[in-house]
């Protein structure tokens, strides 16, 4: 395999040997920084200039929900996302439709989850599409995926391999289960997760059947989790100069998010049940149909503020009763409570109490639908809706912007989801530079057959077992 030529990546810069340990810790970390600012300047928009990420590269071999989810983060937040697709196909979540983006053939839940991407198609079957993976290993600072385990392995994409030539890359894994136990080779969605990880058991009407979150919870909560691992892995990396394998799966990042009812059962051996709109703990701590249908929810989370809530609603003498007095005897009485407040609650409208509530010092809101959500006067000023042109059609789209502000930076969209290999010959040649002639070659092999455009049957795949030796160890 040959060795491209390029500049040290901002680990690499912090390798420099010295004598004293903290005259060590001192020049990396001085290297390092040089090295970084450096870098950074190199963006050529003012844009990118002030995004968080600036100048990080992130190999994307993730499709479907939690890495996509996280890549994206690290895209908004100014990384330059390489997502490497099946030749042909692409993410499946592209063909999760109906609904597709107007005029395009890809589906509205791609759209939500692969914006501020560059698409690349590599058949990583092919001997040549896992050099070209690796040559983007030694160019990149974080690779993550998200395949079945052992799968990239048969590649000799797996982390032990991948190391070998880029030592200072970050490489995540997101799976089912995880890297150990006896689920470990298992795949894994969402709704699995939530199954066995407890989640469906506790969701649902009280006395009602369990039910399934309407979105995918588990997976959004796993990409968050993988994010921020692969912030403090890079800056773990600004003092060492080494990268390192990240382990994230569904199932534990479901248990993990049980918070308070897994430690209601592992300290005081309480099983979880459902409680439709009410909360196990608080009380009031969940929805009331007011007079014209609709819900309100309102929480008190202290005493306090039960106290408001009475004052509001003109039931000062709930606030005095020695069985409503404190949250536990709230909780012990909460069936006489609730029925008083829902009595109250059924006498005005929602926008009555929106009404009388404005001020409170709780927390309160209305129950909106989907619609209601994005016709929110609030949500429309903070302009969280961003709008973005598809790359071929023109059509304009919408998707929600990222959630986190900056005061010193950016955290934008910038890229609309890329069409299924749009960015091939691009970070080919000028990320990787390569030549048209070993471009063509590559199509001609099969380990790259671009894009839409480019479209043709794949045919003569070169498959490796783990028996042909490691790719990229000395030879």
């Not at 926008?351 to 429309?380: C, K, M, R, T």
Request: charged share 20%; proline share 6%.
């Amino acid at each position: 395999m040959s060795e491209q030529v390029r500049a040290p990546t901002p680990a690499e810069a912090t390798l420099t040997q010295v004598e004293s340990e903290d005259d060590h810790n001192q020049q990396n970390r001085h290297s390092f920084l040089k090295s970084y600012y450096r870098y950074v300047s190199s963006c050529d928009s003012v844009e990118d200039d002030l995004s968080p990420l600036a100048g990080l590269k992130v190999i994307d071999l993730t499709r479907i929900v939690a890495g996509p989810y996280c890549t994206m983060i690290l895209g908004d937040l100014g990384a330059e996302v390489i997502k490497v697709e099946v030749p042909g196909t692409g993410d499946e979540a592209r063909k999760w439709g109906p609904p597709f983006v107007k005029d395009s053939k890809d589906t509205c839940y791609f759209a939500a989850l692969n914006r501020n991407k560059k698409s690349i198609c590599v058949n990583l079957k092919a001997k040549k599409g896992q050099e070209l993976v690796y040559d983007l290993a030694r160019k990149c600072d974080v690779l993550v995926e998200n395949y079945v385990p052992g799968k990239l392995r048969q590649f000799l994409l797996d982390y032990e391999n991948v190391q070998t030539v880029a030592p200072h890359l970050v490489y995540c894994s997101l799976t089912g289960f995880g890297p150990k136990g006896p689920y470990s080779k298992r795949p894994g969605y969402d709704v699995i997760a939530a199954s066995m990880g407890g989640l469906l058991n506790i969701t649902g009407p009280k006395d009602g059947e369990p039910c399934k979150v309407g979105v995918a919870v588990t997976d959004i909560a796993t990409g968050l989790y993988a994010h921020g691992a692969i912030m403090a892995a890079l800056l773990q990396r600004a003092r060492t100069g080494r990268g390192q394998k990240i382990d994230c799966n569904l199932l534990s990042t479901q248990i993990a998010c049980l918070i308070n009812v897994g430690s209601n059962y592992l300290n005081a051996g309480l099983e979880a049940r459902r409680w439709g709109l009410a909360h196990e703990s608080i009380v009031p701590y969940e929805s009331f149909l007011t007079s014209d249908d609709r819900l309100l929810t309102v929480g008190t989370g202290s005493d306090k503020q039960f106290v408001s809530l009475c004052q509001k609603l003109e039931l000062m003498p709930l606030s005095e009763d020695e069985r409503f007095i404190s949250n536990q005897c709230r909780v012990e009485n909460r069936a006489l409570l609730i029925g008083l407040l829902r009595n109250r609650f059924k006498e005005k409208t929602l926008s009555d109490w929106l009404d009388i509530l404005e001020g409170a010092p709780f927390p309160y809101g209305p129950v909106n639908n989907i619609a209601q959500v994005f016709a929110d006067p609030h949500v429309q000023e903070i302009g969280l809706v961003k709008q973005m042109q598809h790359p071929t059609t023109g059509t304009i789209y919408k998707v929600v912007g990222p959630p986190v502000g900056f005061s010193e930076g950016v955290n934008a969209v910038r890229l609309p989801p890329p069409i299924l290999g749009e960015h091939t010959e691009q970070v080919l040649t000028q990320l990787l530079g390569y030549s048209q002639d070993r471009i063509h070659s590559l199509k001609a092999s099969h380990a790259e057959p671009a894009t839409e455009i480019w479209s043709y049957r794949l045919g003569n795949e070169i498959h490796l077992s783990e028996t042909t030796g490691h790719m990229g160890r000395a030879e």
